[in-house]
T-cell receptor, first 116, second 113 residues
Framework: DTGVSQDPRHKITKRGQNVTFRCDPISEHNRLYWYRQTLGQGPEFLTYFQNEAQLEKSRLLSDRFSAERPKGSFSTLEIQRTEQGDSAMYLC??????????????FGPGTRLLVL | AQTVTQSQPEMSVQEAETVTLSCTYDTSESNYYLFWYKQPPSRQMILVIRQEAYKQQNATENRFSVNFQKAAKSFSLKISDSQLGDTAMYFC??????????FGDGTTLTVKP
């Protein structure tokens, strides 16, 4: 059973450019989460999906951010018109929600974004 | 909205000794789960231990155990027989049945030889 994978692992871009990150969850996990983590801080919730439905979005997720999970498997997070303040680690996690039991989120290695 | 507070930004412990990391949280929900995650330097977030709020028994995983006090909204992590590999940042997390997960700002633990 492979873990959560994220691509790319590192991204350097210039301010104003668009970037897209991909997350592949553990197979058969029906929930997928995106977080942003800045240095020395805990992960900040951005959004989550149950299957292909996006169920909640943080107010942190401005209009420049969009996430999709079109077939309920992998997900993409796009940031348009990047700003220097977007520089952070973007983490993806997945979990299996079944029968009302609790879920454990398993994290990917993250994509580190640097906006110049 | 939930909040998670880790009041100890940094802690250190001698190898083989015991250390306790504190976490408090605030919520109006009745069904939720609490987790401790470990993030070694420049490495991936790893699950340490989890606790279901409806269970009174404290969770244990080998050298790791929690002290869950639901009424006080407290969820501390005890690491026994600390090892050098335990050096990492530790995050306390509140995860409801549905909706937003909330993480604390972390405690950096250094295990000294």
């Amino acid at each position: 059973d492979t873990g959560v994978s994220q691509d790319p692992r590192h991204k350097i871009t210039k301010r104003g450019q668009n970037v897209t990150f991909r997350c592949d969850p553990i197979s058969e996990h029906n929930r997928l989460y995106w977080y942003r983590q800045t240095l020395g801080q805990g992960p900040e919730f951005l959004t989550y999906f149950q299957n292909e439905a996006q169920l909640e979005k943080s107010r942190l997720l401005s209009d420049r951010f969009s996430a999709e999970r079109p077939k309920g498997s992998f997900s993409t997070l796009e940031i348009q018109r990047t700003e220097q303040g977007d520089s952070a680690m973007y983490l993806c996690a997945s979990s299996l929600l079944s029968g009302g039991s609790g879920e454990t989120q398993y994290f990917g290695p993250g994509t580190r974004l640097l906006v110049l | 909205a939930q909040t998670v507070t880790q009041s100890q930004p940094e802690m250190s412990v001698q190898e083989a000794e015991t250390v306790t990391l504190s976490c408090t949280y605030d919520t109006s929900e009745s069904n939720y789960y609490l987790f401790w995650y470990k993030q070694p330097p420049s490495r991936q977030m790893i699950l340490v231990i989890r606790q279901e709020a409806y269970k009174q028994q404290n969770a244990t995983e080998n050298r790791f155990s929690v002290n869950f006090q639901k009424a006080a909204k407290s969820f501390s992590l005890k690491i026994s027989d600390s090892q050098l590999g335990d050096t990492a940042m530790y995050f306390c997390a509140f995860i409801p049945n549905a909706g937003k997960s909330t993480f604390g700002d972390g405690t950096t633990l250094t295990v000294k030889p």
